[in-house]
């Protein structure tokens, strides 16, 4: 089981804030497909991965990041702070 | 080494006040404060989403690599989130450092990586509705001038 | 534009408070605060000497370059002469824009040509007695990368 | 009649902060040689030129810079300010 956490916009086309996923994807691409081919809004959310950033265990990271042990898993668009 | 992530408001004299006093190796303090732009009165007001818990360690990864960079005698990092209204303060840094060169590169050091690898995400409502502002090309470009940099 | 050259002491979170106030067209504000070092307990005091009447149109020049040269909503330069203490603040400047990039840059400008352009001297007095602050061949070099940039 | 000023050790060097001048030096050269060779607390702060920083009616220039309709010429050292 992973926390799965959205924010900005993929959160609002996913239509909520964080769930708990089960699921034995191997890396974070691996879990964008499972979540994609459950619903049409997750396919929504990931159709444009160029404008999707992830982090693992809220650190940064990419797509190719595996998920063994990983607890917290969070999508969102490129950062817009400061 | 100070970093706070808050809804509320802050008090930009005192903090820098506070923040430059009573170190007397430091030669030079720099802030930076950002504001919310009125975008010619049509903004009616901005709100700010982060990411609790990866928030505060990205800053403070960001902050301690701004650290063992320069000769820095401290920073300074206070970022809001929440709506503000046009006007208000989003966030300020503040560096202090012996000589004026490391005071100024960490502080632009440290708004380019905030910019966009600190966990924040700003929506607008203005004439034209809500809309999340969108990433600039600049600003990941921004981050490109520090990889060569000492 | 503010320009102040003044023997006595200035707030500079009161300064900066007020500068920061009220302009909902500026998105960015950048503080520069020069102090004196106590250089590791052997600074007594510094003197700084200056050139009544022509320091104030140095200055203004300096700002007007500034202003020309980016896009400025606005900007100070406070600076003081007379007898400081370590650990006193001997000036300051900010400056206001739009974004953050002509803020910082204008603050760094301003900083490099008050430092070199301005007809200010400082004469210390410390462990080997009196001596008169050299100006440092990095400080000159600092102004040529002001040539290229618009 | 120029007014000539003085700031920072070589103030102290010649032992005045400011002075009138009589002169038909025609530059900011000129007039250093005349001052020079009246003394030689005029000869030791004028001695390293590359030292020397001038402003004509307060603004800085050069030492071929012209006196006609000067009012005032200043020498000092580098500027240390900031």
Do not use: N
């Not at chain 1, 081919?37 to 404008?51: H, I, K």
């Not at chain 2, 990411?51 to 970022?79: F, N, Q």
Request: with cysteine; glycine share 6%.
């Amino acid at each position: 089981m992973i926390d799965v956490l959205y924010f900005a916009w993929v959160r609002e086309r996913i239509g909520l804030p964080r769930e708990r996923v089960e699921t034995s994807a191997a890396t974070v691409a691996a879990l964008i497909e499972e979540l994609s081919a459950r619903e049409e809004r997750y396919a929504a959310a990931f159709a444009d991965l160029s404008a999707i950033r992830v982090a693992v265990d809220q650190e940064l990271t990419d797509m190719d990041a595996p998920l063994q042990g990983v607890r917290e898993v969070a999508f969102f668009p490129p950062m817009t702070g400061g | 080494m100070d970093i706070r992530v808050q809804q509320a408001a802050f008090a930009l004299g005192q903090e820098l006040e506070r923040f430059a006093a009573g170190r007397p190796d430091t030669g030079a303090v720099v802030s930076f404060t950002g504001q919310v732009r009125d975008e010619g009165g049509t903004l009616a007001s901005m709100e700010i989403e982060h990411y609790p818990g990866m928030t505060e360690k990205a800053i403070s990864a960001i902050a301690a690599e701004a650290v063992a960079r320069w000769s820095l005698t401290d920073c300074l990092v206070i970022h809001r989130y929440g709506r503000l209204a046009p006007g208000e303060r989003i966030m300020m840094v503040a560096t202090a450092a012996p000589h004026r060169g490391d005071a100024f590169a960490a502080a632009e050091f440290l708004m380019d990586y905030l910019k966009s690898r600190a966990p924040f995400w700003k929506k607008e409502t203005g004439a034209d509705g809500v809309s999340w502002v969108a990433s600039k090309e600049e600003d990941e470009a921004a981050l490109t001038r520090w990889d060569r940099t000492p």
